[in-house]
């Protein structure tokens, strides 16, 4: 029998992007797909406090391995001056024994890892070089930096989520020297049908029908643009009688005034009405008002793979998506794309799936989780070698 492979995750939940913590968790119940003998036996590299929620996912073979440095003695602290002066090196080294783990991933840097052989990266997407004004000069320097340090050094295996990721690697990085791995991610949704549409709605003030918007309120992801399109539509027509409901957690650190940009642009252009924002939501509600609305909006500028549009060919729901090329690489089934800069575009969608909801194909998107389980086990067996 091959032996199991131990592979360690960098795990951590992060409500300023949350997507990241999605990930790393659909990963792991997507492999929980797998045979039992080929599943690998996953350290999990975090704090014990994320026990609980480790749990939850029933994966068979797991543990943590707490990425803590231990304070040196004084005898030791002594031994590795000394080290410094005449080896120019630590005598004694204090970090975690990763001898067991074969290959980690999303790998970091970090010197606490340096006795892991096998590390893949993982570059979600090369936004700053589309939208640089989203960063600051020092954010793009750093990205830069830290890209070309993955991208040409030989020993290294980088992980895309699309072809489109690819394309701008090449572009912006030529001739790289890594190993490139192309992996889609799929998604795994917790349970959500012990949940009562009309009790959510009611909580959160849904009082008509809907479209649902759920991106956090990043300026890429493009929240003006659906505002537009409703003040747009509202000049064609007296009565708009749907709502649009976004949800996601309402900063962000480089623009720390969209927000509340984009709530002046509700009160001036008399929006209150026809808009719901909720917040950051627990995901079975978030889910759940995902399936029953008229149709998902998702009106972003640039995405390496969108959790969003996966989301909608997991429940099977209609999806308004912005044309740019990653997401006609995502999904061809119940989709109509819209130009990301044109508001106009958007409301004719608005008001034509508002009067009458769109046909839904109904899609087993359980391939879409073992394929890509099969794909992350090709990719780690190559690395493992």
Not at 99 to 107: T, V, W
Not at 351 to 371: D, E, M, T, V, W
């Amino acid at each position: 029998m091959a032996k199991r492979i131990k592979l360690g995750l960098i795990f951590g939940i992060n409500k300023g992007w949350i997507a990241g913590s999605y990930y790393i968790i659909n990963l792991v119940e997507a492999l929980k797909l797998l045979p039992k003998k080929q599943q690998p036996f996953i350290y999990f590299l975090c704090s014990k406090k994320y026990s609980s929620e480790l749990e939850e996912i029933k994966y068979p073979y797991w543990d943590i391995k707490e990425p803590i440095i231990k304070k040196r003695s004084l005898v030791e602290a002594t031994i590795n001056k000394l080290g410094k002066v005449f080896k120019g090196r630590d005598i004694i080294d204090k970090k975690l024994n990763n001898k067991d783990i074969d290959i980690l991933y999303p790998a970091s840097f970090d010197t606490f890892y340096d006795n892991i052989k096998n590390r893949a990266f993982w570059i979600p997407d090369f936004q700053h070089h589309y939208y640089p004004e989203f960063f600051t000069d020092e954010e793009i320097n750093d990205r830069n930096t830290y890209f070309s340090k993955i991208i040409y050094s030989p020993q290294n295996h980088l992980i895309l989520s699309s072809n489109s990721s690819l394309h701008d690697l090449n572009k912006y990085y030529p001739k790289p020297k890594a190993k490139i791995h192309i992996l889609p991610f799929a998604v795994t949704h917790p349970e959500y049908s012990h949940l009562d549409i009309l009790t959510v709605k009611a909580n959160y003030n849904i009082s008509k029908k809907y479209f649902i918007v759920t991106n956090q309120f990043w300026q890429h992801k493009n929240h003006l643009l659906v505002l537009e399109s409703l003040k747009e539509l509202i000049k064609k027509t007296s009565r708009v009688d749907f709502q649009i409901v976004f949800t996601g957690k309402n900063d962000d650190y480089r623009a720390p005034k969209f927000y509340d940009e984009l709530m002046d642009f509700v009160t001036q252009n008399n929006l209150k009405d026809l808009t719901c924002f909720v917040g950051f939501i627990d995901r079975s509600e978030q889910l759940l008002l995902m399936k029953n609305s008229i149709a998902i909006i998702q009106p972003s500028k640039f995405e390496g793979w969108s959790t969003v549009v996966e989301d909608a060919k997991a429940i099977n729901q209609f999806i308004l998506l912005s044309d740019i090329e990653v997401h006609h690489e995502q999904t061809k089934e119940n989709v109509e794309f819209f130009n990301p800069n044109d508001p106009v575009a958007l409301s004719k969608l608005l008001l034509k799936y508002s009067a009458s909801n769109p046909k839904i194909k109904n899609i087993n998107y359980n391939q879409n989780r073992l394929g890509m389980a099969n794909n992350l086990l090709s990719i780690l067996s190559e690395i493992s070698r």
